[in-house]
Nanobody, 125 residues
Framework: QVQLVESGGGSVQPGGSLRLSCTASGSTSSYVAIGWFRQAPGKEREGLSCLTRRDGYTNYATSVKGRFTISRDNAKNTVYLQMSSLKPEDTAVYYC??????????????????WGQGTQVTVSS
């Protein structure tokens, strides 16, 4: 089992930036990808970005492409989500999750593994 701990959320003004971190511990070879997801009040969970463990392939949702960047530091077992040009509609609780299977793109998740506890991101003036 993998345990995930997120950090880096907070409040920022529109146009600002934040970097989220997701640090994994435990059986870190048991998943095929890690993804970032978010959920705003009253809305469905949205997949934002993912990164495959073996070859580092990345994918982004249209809503964040060009503004968010996913990356990893293998030595620290940490995946990052650099968020720039933030908008009020980016306000949500952000989660990272391990992905055990997917179809085509790693954002088309078949089976989830573990989830982090979530971190709040608020974009407001």
């Amino acid at each position: 089992q993998v345990q995930l701990v997120e950090s880096g959320g907070g409040s920022v003004q529109p146009g600002g930036s934040l970097r989220l971190s997701c640090t994994a511990s435990g059986s870190t070879s048991s998943y095929v990808a890690i993804g970032w997801f978010r959920q705003a009040p009253g809305k469905e969970r949205e997949g934002l970005s993912c990164l495959t463990r073996r070859d580092g392939y990345t994918n982004y949702a249209t809503s964040v492409k060009g503004r968010f960047t996913i990356s990893r530091d293998n030595a620290k077992n940490t995946v990052y989500l650099q968020m720039s040009s933030l908008k009020p509609e980016d306000t949500a609780v952000y989660y990272c999750a391990t992905i055990l299977s997917y179809f085509g793109s790693c954002l088309s998740v078949g089976t989830f593994g573990s989830w982090g506890q979530g971190t709040q991101v608020t974009v407001s003036s």
